[in-house]
């Protein structure tokens, strides 16, 4: 059975469903790359949209009308243009991604100060305190819903709960462009009516232990003994059971650390070229460090991420004496670490560079090396920065990409 086919039970009270105690909400924009991508282009509004870039890329997001014909994020792209043929493929603008989550973020705040963002186009709201000024929880989500298609031109779906949990089903349920309020009353029959897969944290592994163990509902895991579940699945079998009977303690954190940064690139065509392979990672590493710089952060663990041609992928990491945001640290870092893999001629398709371990740049102590000059690697960096914050990203790169970028344009 899906994880999306179920419904909320039938409720045979009339009126509005009793939102009393059910602060937290779920606000989840719809199909949001695409619905942003698309302010652009209304002319395609109703029609199949994929969101991603070139062949040999992944889809960021699709309109409904194209998932409806299977294509989904992540998906590749030369697997969603076979299922949806006739969809218009739109490049991914991030720039502008970033500038709506803002805003529909300061919508939240507008709101309350409790709000944990989860992604770009997602976030728990604890909306307690607003109560008294704004009106009750249902309300206040339909003036966000309300707020948010006003200033910024999409849509957004909200649930509605006493619990993360719930909240988050809920949203999904009412996908797109609605509202769902589970009263605290309802809660049990809501959640057991499930399939085993809507449970957080239930991959497609879990779920197939689950069902082998003849449990296909949520309602079978709340009446199996905690000890057969945990004897099966460990410590994850008992947070299971809890969530079968609706139970989630978590509260709504509004600081929410990022735990890494990082960029990747996927290749128009393979490489097995070293000095290529140097080239495309000092890009990617410059990516990443300009993004732990935007969001304040250093880090002092550089991993890499080498994907093969056959989709073979493998990682590797090192951690630094000291935390950075330097380009040049973390190339320099990632680039020895590429070498010492030894590959000779390997055909590489994608690689990709992150920045762990990340602490405030404020925080983070400045290690100088002897001899280097007071305005060195770092200050360059926020010179390019500024440029780009001007001029465009890619406005001032690395003279060594130059041609690498002229020949991607041949490709």
């Given at each position: 059975?899906?994880?999306?086919?179920?419904?909320?039970?039938?409720?045979?009270?009339?009126?509005?469903?009793?939102?009393?105690?059910?602060?937290?909400?779920?606000?989840?924009?719809?199909?949001?790359?695409?619905?942003?991508?698309?302010?652009?282009?209304?002319?395609?509004?109703?029609?199949?949209?994929?969101?991603?870039?070139?062949?040999?890329?992944?889809?960021?997001?699709?309109?409904?009308?194209?998932?409806?014909?299977?294509?989904?994020?992540?998906?590749?792209?030369?697997?969603?243009?076979?299922?949806?043929?006739?969809?218009?493929?739109?490049?991914?603008?991030?720039?502008?991604?970033?500038?709506?989550?803002?805003?529909?973020?300061?919508?939240?705040?507008?709101?309350?100060?409790?709000?944990?963002?989860?992604?770009?186009?997602?976030?728990?709201?604890?909306?307690?305190?607003?109560?008294?000024?704004?009106?009750?929880?249902?309300?206040?989500?339909?003036?966000?819903?309300?707020?948010?298609?006003?200033?910024?031109?999409?849509?957004?779906?909200?649930?509605?709960?006493?619990?993360?949990?719930?909240?988050?089903?809920?949203?999904?349920?009412?996908?797109?462009?609605?509202?769902?309020?589970?009263?605290?009353?309802?809660?049990?029959?809501?959640?057991?009516?499930?399939?085993?897969?809507?449970?957080?944290?239930?991959?497609?592994?879990?779920?197939?232990?689950?069902?082998?163990?003849?449990?296909?509902?949520?309602?079978?895991?709340?009446?199996?003994?905690?000890?057969?579940?945990?004897?099966?699945?460990?410590?994850?079998?008992?947070?299971?059971?809890?969530?079968?009977?609706?139970?989630?303690?978590?509260?709504?954190?509004?600081?929410?650390?990022?735990?890494?940064?990082?960029?990747?690139?996927?290749?128009?065509?393979?490489?097995?070229?070293?000095?290529?392979?140097?080239?495309?990672?000092?890009?990617?590493?410059?990516?990443?460090?300009?993004?732990?710089?935007?969001?304040?952060?250093?880090?002092?663990?550089?991993?890499?991420?080498?994907?093969?041609?056959?989709?073979?992928?493998?990682?590797?990491?090192?951690?630094?004496?000291?935390?950075?945001?330097?380009?040049?640290?973390?190339?320099?870092?990632?680039?020895?670490?590429?070498?010492?893999?030894?590959?000779?001629?390997?055909?590489?398709?994608?690689?990709?560079?992150?920045?762990?371990?990340?602490?405030?740049?404020?925080?983070?102590?400045?290690?100088?090396?002897?001899?280097?000059?007071?305005?060195?690697?770092?200050?360059?960096?926020?010179?390019?920065?500024?440029?780009?914050?001007r001029f465009g990203a890619g406005a001032v790169v690395p003279g060594s990409l130059v041609d690498m970028r002229r020949?991607?344009?041949?490709?």
């Amino acid at each position: 059975m899906s994880r999306r086919q179920f419904a909320m039970p039938h409720r045979p009270a009339a009126g509005p469903p009793d939102d009393t105690g059910c602060t937290v909400l779920h606000v989840d924009m719809d199909a949001f790359y695409a619905s942003a991508s698309l302010l652009a282009r209304p002319e395609l509004r109703g029609t199949p949209v994929i969101i991603g870039g070139g062949d040999r890329g992944v889809v960021l997001s699709a309109t409904y009308e194209a998932r409806r014909f299977g294509v989904a994020a992540a998906m590749p792209m030369t697997r969603a243009r076979r299922l949806c043929p006739a969809a218009v493929v739109i490049p991914p603008d991030h720039r502008l991604y970033a500038g709506i989550s803002e805003s529909v973020m300061n919508v939240f705040a507008d709101v309350t100060p409790l709000v944990e963002p989860l992604s770009l186009d997602e976030a728990f709201l604890d909306v307690a305190g607003a109560v008294r000024r704004l009106g009750s929880p249902a309300a206040i989500a339909a003036q966000i819903r309300d707020t948010v298609a006003d200033e910024q031109g999409i849509t957004c779906s909200v649930g509605v709960a006493s619990t993360k949990f719930v909240a988050k089903l809920a949203s999904g349920l009412a996908k797109p462009d609605g509202l769902l309020v589970v009263p605290q009353a309802d809660v049990v029959p809501f959640v057991q009516q499930l399939p085993v897969g809507a449970l957080w944290g239930v991959g497609e592994r879990t779920e197939e232990q689950l069902i082998r163990l003849g449990l296909r509902t949520v309602a079978d895991i709340a009446h199996t003994p905690v000890g057969t579940l945990r004897r099966a699945l460990g410590e994850t079998g008992a947070a299971l059971h809890e969530l079968a009977w609706g139970r989630d303690p978590r509260v709504v954190a509004p600081i929410r650390k990022e735990k890494s940064v990082g960029a990747d690139q996927t290749f128009a065509y393979d490489i097995d070229d070293p000095v290529e392979i140097h080239r495309r990672l000092l890009q990617v590493a410059d990516r990443t460090a300009a993004r732990a710089r935007s969001q304040g952060m250093q880090g002092r663990t550089v991993a890499i991420r080498v994907r093969f041609a056959d989709f073979t992928t493998i990682t590797r990491s090192r951690t630094l004496r000291e935390a950075t945001d330097v380009t040049r640290d973390i190339y320099v870092t990632a680039r020895s670490l590429f070498d010492d893999l030894g590959l000779q001629r390997a055909r590489l398709r994608l690689v990709g560079v992150r920045l762990e371990q990340l602490v405030p740049a404020t925080t983070a102590p400045i290690q100088t090396m002897i001899g280097e000059p007071d305005h060195g690697w770092r200050d360059a960096d926020r010179a390019v920065d500024q440029a780009s914050r001007r001029f465009g990203a890619g406005a001032v790169v690395p003279g060594s990409l130059v041609d690498m970028r002229r020949n991607d344009r041949r490709h």
